[in-house]
């Protein structure tokens, strides 16, 4: 939409102007390619502001030599490119976090069990359904919500984790027969062995107030609500490191699947070791300790190329007038934005954040916190 436009005087002064500097559809792009072809960040993004109410309405005001005429004329605010999440919640892990990730999920050293946390679970399996029984014995004795708290927090790391630990032993040889099939293209491969790995949806939402438009005369402030959803993946491949000549048999290729995948190997241990000790899955809210350690793991001599992590972006922000010059009309409406990115990341990195609390790590706490606080077990 072009065509806005606004004329009048400012204490006796001619003013005018229009939207010819004003894009409501705009896409930029930054990519580098060079000799020979390696990879590289890239960044496109898109915004659509052709849904925003632009601004029309005329002021007369007879004490001073003033008037306007505001005809269709985009918000000041909005000439601009949008290109954030102002107010939104959304968890946006950095690329070096998420390429640790991808490396501890694809490397061909990774354990697929935790042969310390399969045997402690089974060990305690009866221990467990003895627990049980006696939640029920006593739960008209110690309250309601002592009780409640108890039983969430032993089937969150009791029963769930059991009953995964079951499900992997029944399919043991599929996770085999899958790594053997990696170390296969690892090996017989020139290309390597190249991995694509989903890291997930992400989600965020906000609200602030914005002075909007400071223009020529007029005031507009409007709340914006920002809806954000963003999608991630990685890409990576390993190469071996030894010379052909050295490459393992069919057996031995097959032997190593077993090791790796089993865990039967130096990552095994760790991981086993990480599942026993006490509050380590704490830990792993606020670190990537776990995942660093496993991107390092070399019982398969090999190493990795580069890490690609992409991220798509979409976005809403949804205005809402709340005041304004009483004398002109818009401002309500929505811009969309989309992004996407490619960093490039050469090495794992050991990282520290914030944990995200989520539905899931508030009941942990509450339950928790329910144990320890007597007045609130009794209450119920």
């Known amino acids: 939409m072009s065509g806005g436009s606004y004329v009048g005087k400012n204490n006796g002064t001619p003013i005018s102007g229009d939207d010819s500097p004003y894009d409501e559809l705009g896409t930029s792009c930054s990519d580098f390619v ?16 052709s849904k925003i109410g632009r601004i029309t309405g005329q002021l007369n005001n007879s004490t001073y030599p003033t008037w306007i005429v505001y005809d269709n004329f985009p918000c000041e605010r909005f000439a601009y490119d949008y290109t954030g999440f102002p107010g939104s919640d959304l968890v946006d892990p950095s690329a070096a976090t998420l390429a640790t990730t991808v490396l501890a999920r694809t490397n061909p050293s990774r354990p697929d069990y935790s042969l310390g946390s399969l045997a402690q679970n089974i060990y305690e399996t009866p221990a467990l359904f003895k627990y049980a029984g006696d939640l029920l014995r006593r739960r008209l004795k110690e309250g309601l919500a002592k009780n409640g708290a108890d039983a969430y927090l032993a089937t969150k790391f009791g029963l ?3 009953i995964q630990d079951t499900l992997q032993v029944f399919n043991v040889l599929k996770y085999i027969e899958a790594r053997n099939s990696e170390l296969k293209r690892l090996y017989g491969s020139s290309a390597g062995l190249r991995r694509r790995l989903q890291l997930g949806n992400y989600s965020g939402s906000g609200e602030t107030t914005e002075f909007v438009d400071s223009g020529v005369l007029g005031s ?24 052909p000549e050295s490459y393992p048999t069919d057996s031995q290729r097959l032997a190593s699947a077993y090791d790796t995948s089993v865990g039967l190997t130096a990552s095994g241990a760790f991981v086993s070791s990480w599942d026993l000790i006490p509050w380590t899955w704490m830990l792993g809210w606020c670190t990537n300790v776990r995942d660093y350690v496993l991107a390092h ?60 609390l989520d539905g899931g790590r508030l009941s942990v706490l509450a339950a928790l916190g329910i144990q320890r606080k007597a007045w ?4 119920l």
């Not at 609130?376 to 209450?379: G, R, T």
Request: net charge positive.
């Open 34 to 49: 060079g000799r020979p072809i390696a990879d590289s960040d890239l960044s496109i993004t898109h915004f659509d502001k």
């Open 160 to 162: 769930v984790p059991f």
């Open 220 to 243: 507009l402030t409007c709340r914006r609500r920002t809806h954000v959803k963003m999608h991630a993946w990685g890409t990576v491949s390993w190469h071996p490191t030894s010379s």
């Open 297 to 356: 793991g070399n019982t398969i001599p090999c190493q990795h190329g580069n890490v690609n992590i992409m991220k798509s972006y979409t976005a809403t922000s949804e205005f809402k007038r709340v005041s304004g010059s009483s004398w002109h009309t818009g401002g309500d409406g929505s811009i969309d934005y989309w992004r996407k990115t490619r960093s490039v990341v050469s090495k794992p990195a050991l990282s520290a954040y914030l944990p995200h």
């Open 376 to 379: 609130i077990a009794n209450l």
